[in-house]
């Protein structure tokens, strides 16, 4: 909304700074006060590099716009008061695998909840621009997550397990420290190039290991397949192979060492006002991770 951006603008004396507020850039706010400007015919603001300022017509119209505002939120908590409950589309981006696991249960238990909330989930790696392509919240998974343009919110921690098959293990050996693995075939995930060291982290801190194999893919289930099969060594999400470790299909290896971890998080726009749906969904699947995978933080 126009009226909301120019408002943003000037509360924040700046278009980057009201473009972090409404998760928005800086040229789209700067975009919506010029069609603005052009709609009333004259001129609101006076730009400089490091300077916003308004023009006589721009603070008769700012008090207005706050009047206006007001009014509308007034008329929103009103509405709000009646029919507090969540509804309407919810699009989430997320993993694919963690989708096929995770996050798919999680939403269907989500709508039993919340019947009016329909969901539109994209199950795939690719990082998304929530802004540019109208996607209410992303689940992402990485090491740490920095965006002052997005509200952030930890679900659980992706601990990683070195496994491989007991059929693989009798025939090449165990590996009783992280360098002799450049001596094994390790199953190699590749998102775009292939990752050819693994990180284990001690009492120094973060160290690389560098690995090497003849069989490499983009998604974890195959590499998975791969290991139960007996290609190799795999560097996998913990929670991927709980019910293999269990039986025995496939081997824990280099316990004593810890295999660097990430974690899984929700993310979701800086708004005013945050959809309640939004919200809704962003506590449900907290609570759905901690009941699934646990705590936030990895095992020592």
Not at 58 to 84: H, K, P, T, V
Request: include cysteine.
């Amino acid at each position: 909304m126009p009226l909301v951006v120019f408002v943003r603008a000037v509360d924040d004396k700046g278009f980057s700074a009201a473009a972090r507020r409404l998760g928005l850039t800086p040229s789209a706010v700067s975009k919506q006060v010029a069609h603005l400007e052009e709609r009333l015919g004259t001129r609101l603001l006076r730009r400089t590099t490091h300077h916003l300022s308004l023009t006589e017509a721009g603070s008769i119209f700012y008090q207005r716009c706050q009047r206006i505002l007001g009014e509308l939120e007034d008329a929103r908590l009103a509405m709000a008061a009646l029919d507090e409950r969540p509804r309407g589309t919810l699009r989430i981006s997320a993993p694919a695998v963690l989708s096929e696991l995770h996050v798919g249960t999680a939403v269907a238990a989500f709508q039993e909840s919340f019947p009016e909330v329909q969901v539109e989930l994209e199950a795939s790696d690719r990082v998304v621009d929530l802004v540019e392509e109208g996607f209410d919240a992303a689940v992402r998974i990485a090491g740490s997550l920095k965006d002052s343009a997005l509200v952030v919110r930890r679900l659980a921690a992706e601990e990683r397990v070195l496994c491989a098959s007991p059929f693989y293990l009798q025939r090449a050996g165990r590996p009783r420290a992280p360098e002799e693995l450049v001596r094994h075939e390790c199953l190699l995930f590749k998102p775009g190039r292939v990752v050819r060291e693994w990180q284990f982290q001690g009492p120094e801190g973060t160290r690389n290991v560098r690995v090497q194999g003849r069989f490499m893919a983009n998604n974890n289930l195959v590499l998975r397949q791969a290991a139960l099969l007996g290609r190799g060594i795999a560097n996998l999400p913990r929670y991927l192979v709980l019910e293999e470790l269990r039986s025995g299909a496939l081997v824990a290896l280099l316990t004593e060492h810890v295999v660097a971890h990430r974690y899984i998080y929700l993310v979701y726009p800086h708004r005013q006002l945050t959809p309640l749906k939004v919200r809704a969904f962003a506590d449900f699947l907290v609570r759905y991770f901690q009941r699934i995978l646990g705590q936030a933080e990895p095992r020592p």
